[in-house]
């Protein structure tokens, strides 16, 4: 039976799920459900901590290796254009090789590449590495979600991905609380040297329990240029949406690569109908739960990563919070996914994804509301609430979405599916981030000029003008060295104001996109496939 054939019968429900080649369970340790989903979830923190605990070691970086300001954005854009770029195709490996060997080869080659990150001596040599991490991690994350689907029973799959939403969760947010004390009270050489231990500990555990689960439909071959065309077309939509802040939206190098990136997926779609084994069958998207699941993942990325992402400056700059303390406000954000994210799981598995899906995306919206309200003014009890909330929403999406996406593919696709999944999580965050972040630009351009001239501030030149909106952008306030105190204050106040009218509307454009979610989630449903991995090793 070809994959196409399998496809077919699993996406319209006709014939049973393809069963795993391998399943039986491994004696001892090998093969348990829950210390499988241990093993995963630590080799799955180090990928996820990666993505935001970098951010605070990069002006230590800048100032050690005599880094640019351009060169610095690079340490974090090649990690996310890396993982971005392969992750569909790490998921294929998976499911051609077996999620272990490829999820014990994701661990090895992370932790060395962090390990070489934290030797470097020049800021090519730190970027090179950070291109690496990406690769090996793409290959960890969409193995950690095959594993579990064909480890635990259908039943108990939502729960796994309850507790691995839980981790990736936790580890994103708490990043930028570890990174703050490891540079401020160690060095930022041991934000990547940290994740040495862990890699071992991720081996050493993978070796010992993890199980090998091969589909009896197991891709046996490879599409070489369907792989060459999805990761230009994923290449050029990543690397629009990074660099359209500097070009401009309306910009010409922009715009070539969108419809690059759209040129590159009208091609991939065209020659995965024509090819015996594609990437991604596209019988796959047949059905409408699956599709709508990506879709969701979509939007909650952008509501959620485009949001936060100008917290954090209003947090630091607004506020003059430090990076820790900053990091501690977030807690209650992060606590709510820890707590959220397993009760998220219990309730998906007795009433279905559609209702918590719904909620999910609501609560979300709520929040992003709530944080349009947010002033110079606002404590932290206040900040605390939107903050909860939003994870409160965030965790049913998260364990949800990847139940629906994973556990509506067949076994045999599990990888692909959870390449899907975190591709749409990573595609959506810089679309959130770009789009957000065009949004904030444009606001405070429009704005500052006029509360700048209210304050009886003295008129700007053109290019003064722009270095000031740049500032702003992200809360800082352009006050230049030997400003008199008063005019200083000024100058501030009407920075902060602006800031903050531009956060508010990006807020609340998050939340529009939050409420379009809401009715996503209504075309989602349970898995049609999950109990392919049902009964593999011990409950």
Known sequence: MTSQTTIDKAGAGDGPPAAPADATPGKGLRGHPWFTLVTVAVGVMMVALDGTIVAIANPAIA???????????????????????????????????????????????????????????????????????????????????????????????????GIWGMV????????????????????????????????????????????????????????????ALLSTAMFCL??????????????????????????????????ETRVREPLIPLALFRSIPLSAGVVLMVLMAIAFMGGLFFVTFYLQNVHGLSPVDAGLHLLPLTGMMIVGSPLAGVMITKVGPRIPLAFGMACTALAMYGMSTLDKGTGSAVMSLWFALLGLGLAPVMVGATEVIVGNAPLELSGVAGGLQQAAMQVGGSLGTAVLGAVMASKVSSDLAGNWAKAGLPPLTPEQADLASEAVQVGVAPVAKGTPPEIAAKITDVAHDTFLSGMSLASLVAAGVAVVAIFVAFLTKRGENADAGAGVGHI
């Open 63 to 161: 100032s050690d290796l005599g880094a640019t300001f351009a060169e610095v954005q690079w340490i974090t854009n090649a990690y996310f254009l890396a993982l971005a770029v392969s992750l569909i195709t790490a998921g294929k490996l998976g499911d051609r090789f077996g999620h272990r060997q490829t999820f014990l080869i994701g661990v090895v080659g992370f932790a060395a590449a962090s390990g070489a990150i934290g030797l470097s001596d020049s800021i090519a040599l730190v970027i090179v590495f950070r291109v690496f991490q990406g690769l090996f991690g793409a290959l960890l994350m969409p193995a950690a979600l095959g594993l579990l689907r064909a480890t635990f029973p259908a039943e108990k799959l939502n729960m796994a991905i």
């Open 168 to 227: 990736i969760g936790a580890s994103t947010a708490g990043g930028p609380i570890l990174g703050g004390v490891l540079v401020e009270h160690v060095n930022w050489q041991s934000v990547f040297f940290i994740n040495v231990p862990v890699g071992i500990l991720a081996l050493a555990l993978g070796a010992w329990i993890l199980l090998d689960h091969r589909a009896e439909n197991a891709p046996r071959s490879f599409d070489l240029l369907g792989i």
């Open 238 to 271: 990543v690397w629009a949406l990074i660099k359209a802040p500097e070009w401009g939206w309306g910009g010409l190098q922009t715009w070539l690569f969108i419809v690059g990136s759209v040129v590159g997926f009208a091609l991939f779609a065209f020659w």
